[in-house]
Nanobody
Framework: VQLQASGGGLVQAGGSLRLSCAISGRTFNVMDWFRQAPGKERELVAAMLLTGGNTYYADSVEGRFTVSMDNAKKTMLLQMNNLQPEDTATYYC???????????????WGQGTQVTVSS
């Protein structure tokens, strides 16, 4: 399994970005987006349980971020709206063995994509 994240960039506060995670190989039932800012721990931003369509969002992004899956393209998306400087981080997609399990339950990590939000 390989996960390829893309779509990061530099955006002004209030702007939007859409991250993509292309999945090669099998698709796992739990897919995540994490982020890690310099000097901080990696945190779970959003998770999706593919059977049933359940989604989880961290409080800090609830209402602004939306996770979805394009099954035809085997691509997970993260639509990020109303971005704020505190959203600046490297974003990682991951396949997971547990829903809302945190970094320790991750099976595969994609490489990160940098998101920078200027004020």
């Amino acid at each position: 399994v390989q996960l390829q994240a893309s779509g990061g960039g530099l955006v002004q506060a209030g702007g939007s970005l859409r991250l993509s995670c292309a999945i090669s190989g099998r698709t796992f039932n739990v897919m995540d987006w994490f982020r890690q800012a310099p000097g901080k721990e990696r945190e779970l931003v959003a998770a999706m349980l593919l059977t049933g369509g359940n989604t989880y969002y961290a409080d800090s992004v609830e209402g602004r971020f939306t996770v979805s899956m394009d099954n035809a393209k085997k691509t997970m998306l993260l639509q990020m709206n109303n971005l704020q400087p505190e959203d600046t981080a490297t974003y990682y997609c991951a396949s997971d063995r547990a829903y809302v399990g945190g970094p320790n339950s991750v099976i595969h990590w994609g490489q990160g994509t940098q998101v920078t939000v200027s004020s």
